[in-house]
C-alpha cells in the first residue's frame, strides 16, 4: 500500500517540524502530499509558515539558520530530507522564491541564458525559450534591464528562469500574485495552469490570494500557527464557512478596494 501511495505522489511530506537558530519552532508536525501532475495550494496569512515549508521542500532552510528537525521529506519515493538544495533541483525540484527576483542588470533574455544548465546546447536553449515565450511573451523591450520591467513583467521573467533552469516536475511558487492588479493575477494563474495541463507539471502554490488560488488548484492545505488545520477539496474550501469569512471575503474586499481607485483615478 505504502508503495503505491508513493507512486501516485510526487511530494510526501510527514509530520515535519522546522527550527530556526535551534530555537523557534516555525512549522509543526506539518503532513502535505502532491500527487503527480496536480496543483495544490497552501493557503495562510502571512507568517503562518507557507514559505517555510517550500523552503523546506527545496533545501534552502539552512542560510537563514533552520533545520529540518523531526519528521520526513519525500520526492519521487527518495527520501530528499537531509539533502543538499542542489541536488534536489537535479531531482526535478523548483522553487520561485517571493518576491520575483531576477538579476536586475540583464535584459529578460539574458535572465534566461544565464539560467541555462551548463552543457545546454545553443539550439536546445533556442527551442526552449520559444517554448517559454509561447506561456510567456517577452515582457518589455528585449534591449530593457529586467530591474525596469513592471510588476507584471519581473513576475513572467522569473517564471521564465524557472522554467528553464530545470525544467521541473515540481514547480513551487511562493505568492506569485503579490504587488499583481487584480486582472494580471487571472492573467499569471492561467498560464500556470496551462503549464500544468499541457505538461503534466506537478504545482505547489502558496498563497494569500485564496479566491484567486482556489480557482486553479484542485486541492489545498490551510496553514495557520505553523500547522495545517484544514485540508481538502477546492471546491470544499470555497463552500467552507471560515474560509469564506476570512479569506474569500478579504480577497474580495481588496478586489473592490482596487476597482474603486481605479474609477477614482479615470474620473479624475
Known sequence: MQEKAEAQHILSMNSVEVLYDNVMLAIKGVSIQVRKGA????LGSNGAGKSTTLKAISGLLKVERGRVSRGEI???GTDITEMLAQHRVEMGICHVIEGRRVFEHLTPDENLIAAAPAGMSRSA???????????????????QFAGRLSVRGRAADACHRARLVTQPSLLMLDEPSLGLAPFLVQEIFGIIQQINEKEGMSVLLVEQNALAALEIVSEGYL???GRVVMHGTAEALKANSDIQEFYLAAARASISTTSSITVGANAG
Request: aromatic share 14%.
Open 125 to 143: 536553449l533556442e527551442a526552449e525559450k520559444d517554448k517559454i515565450y509561447e506561456y510567456f511573451p517577452p515582457p518589455g523591450r528585449a534591449s
Open 223 to 225: 496553514i495557520e500557527n
Open 39 to 42: 496543483m495544490i495550494a497552501l
Open 74 to 76: 519525500r520526492f519521487a
